[in-house]
């Protein structure tokens, strides 16, 4: 408002209102002289047009402040409801993965009524790492512990190897330091899974131990078989995707290509029991 009385148009409405004053004066003194009037009159005409169009402008001008701050109120309340509408649909999406798992979880569940879970979202990868290890947000205090097996649906991804209350650090079925116990559900030949530094980049792994007339071929589904009770059995690896002969050996080897992107999950299910499970140290 300060801004208004140190401005051109205030100062051009005072001169106006300064001139039409003057005028009213001079026509009240001089209102017997018909002549003089009439030219006083045509003298002030155009100024009372003038400070007409002013004032008409400032009524505008006064207008339009008022209808911004209604704008500005009005955006203000769909910013509000747009802020609200969001927050609605993160907590939709939020619904609809815990209905997916949970349909997961009784699904599994009802094959397998012996597994007790817990259920983790992935929270980052372990820097330290080179083989896709990544962190969940469960730990000790969820009833994980070391070497407990780590799900997506039926499917292995890994094993716990590190645990704090509230979170804990898998490694994958990817690292050669993690060995499966596997074997071919159509042949039944038996064998286990290890990880390899120029297969991990394909997201593949070696099936080792086989017969040197191993009849499993390209296609063959390979699961865990549960020996050893770190594992339960019929958790699945993957497809073979080649039968190689080692440069050493006698027996076979073959390639499994996991049938998950590991680098890709968000959630994961972590079995902390199950039927026939050996408590296996750290």
């Known amino acids: 408002m300060k801004d208004f009385f140190r401005g051109r148009l205030f100062k051009a409405i005072t001169v106006v209102v300064v001139i039409f004053l003057v005028g009213m004066i001079i026509a009240a003194s001089t209102h017997s002289n018909t002549g003089s009037s009439s030219f006083i009159g045509m003298i002030i005409s155009p100024f009372q047009k003038i400070a007409g169009n002013i004032g008409n402008s400032i009524g505008t001008f006064f207008s339009n402040i008022a209808t911004a ?58 820097s330290a790492n080179a083989y896709g290890s990544f962190m969940i947000n469960k730990g000790s205090l969820h009833g994980i512990s070391v070497n407990d097996p780590v799900v997506s649906d039926n499917y292995l991804v890994g094993i716990v190897y590190r645990v704090e209350p509230t979170y804990c650090v898998v490694k994958t079925i990817l690292d050669p330091s993690v060995n499966v116990a596997s074997y071919d559900i159509k042949t039944r030949e038996y064998g286990y899974t290890q990880g390899e530094a120029a297969l991990y980049p394909d997201n593949q792994l070696r099936l080792s131990d086989l017969a040197s007339d191993t009849s499993i071929s390209i296609g063959s589904m390979i699961c865990t078989s549960g020996l050893g009770g770190v594992f339960p059995r019929d958790l699945i690896i993957g497809k073979v995707t080649a039968i190689e002969k080692p440069e050493f050996g006698g027996g076979m080897t073959a390639v499994i290509e996991h049938s998950l992107d590991i680098s890709d999950l968000k959630e994961v299910f972590v079995i902390t029991e199950f039927s026939g499970k050996i408590q296996v140290q750290p």
């Open 69 to 126: 701050g209604e704008k500005s109120d009005k955006i203000k309340e769909l910013e509000d409801k747009i802020a609200q509408l969001e927050s609605e649909l993160v907590d939709y999406e939020s619904l609809k993965i815990e209905v997916s798992l949970y349909k997961t979880y009784l699904e599994i569940k009802e094959e397998h009524p012996d597994y007790v879970f817990a259920f983790a979202e992935v929270v980052g990868l372990d």
